[in-house]
T-cell receptor
Framework: DADVTQTPRNRITKTGKRIMLECSQT?????MYWYRQDPGLGLRLIYY???????NKGEISDGYSVSRQAQAKFSLSLESAIPNQTALYFC????????????FGPGTRLTVT | KQEVTQIPAALSVPEGENLVLNCSFT??????LQWFRQDPGKGLTSLLL?????REQTSGRLNASLDKSSGRSTLYIAASQPGDSATYLC????????????FGKGTKLSVIP
């Protein structure tokens, strides 16, 4: 089984809808991250969390919110989706405490029409 | 603000050739640098992580070097194979343990049989 899983893998939604992307990990890592990837722009950090009570905004947090339900679960929500949020979304984890390597999930392809 | 550049954006080589992928960054005060591989429709796979105090890291046919003072890193792939075809991403952590990565846009490698 994959260490970092994301659901759904693909989603098409309409403008104005609320949508949640979920991430789970079995690596036992404290740190979790949400990125989006756009053609020509690369990956950009949306939010990151160092533990359940420590959540921080990344480079492009506007229009997004997150919830860290447990050490192993980190969800990303789009409260009112808009077309320019169409992108590939990745969740990642790292161990912290000197373990810097980040491990990525398979991604969620989100299309907002 | 840290900026990461990868040149070329795309590279095509015949099987068996040794090749070098380049990554440059604008702020030399980095904590570490990580090289990833991304296959189409899939997530990122971590290849190598170089700490700021290190000059290089090796894994199998891959060797990554880091020159902080000049703001450069290279990924050397020996004896390339068609299975090496993928997009290679470079990312730097500039944040004194913040674990926030800034990504380049990647080099798309095609190894021709």
């Amino acid at each position: 089984d994959a260490d970092v899983t994301q659901t759904p893998r693909n989603r098409i939604t309409k403008t104005g809808k609320r949508i949640m992307l979920e991430c789970s990990q079995t690596k036992g890592h404290d740190r979790m991250y949400w990125y989006r990837q756009d053609p020509g722009l690369g990956l950009r950090l949306i939010y990151y969390s160092f533990d359940v009570k420590d959540i921080n905004k990344g480079e492009i947090s506007d229009g997004y919110s997150v919830s860290r339900q447990a050490q192993a679960k980190f969800s990303l929500s789009l409260e009112s989706a808009i077309p320019n949020q169409t992108a590939l979304y990745f969740c990642a984890t790292s161990g912290g405490g000197g373990e810097y390597e980040q491990y990525f999930g398979p991604g969620t392809r989100l299309t907002v029409t | 603000k840290q900026e990461v550049t990868q040149i070329p954006a795309a590279l095509s080589v015949p099987e068996g050739e040794n090749l070098v992928l380049n990554c440059s960054f604008t702020d030399s005060a980095i904590y570490n640098l990580q090289w990833f591989r991304q296959d189409p429709g899939k997530g990122l796979t971590s290849l190598l992580l170089i700490q700021s105090s290190q000059r290089e890291q090796t894994s199998g046919r891959l060797n990554a070097s880091l020159d902080k003072s000049s703001g450069r890193s290279t990924l050397y792939i020996a004896a390339s194979q068609p299975g090496d075809s993928a997009t290679y991403l470079c990312a730097v952590d500039s944040g004194a343990g913040s674990y926030q990565l800034t990504f380049g846009k990647g080099t798309k490698l095609s190894v021709i049989p």
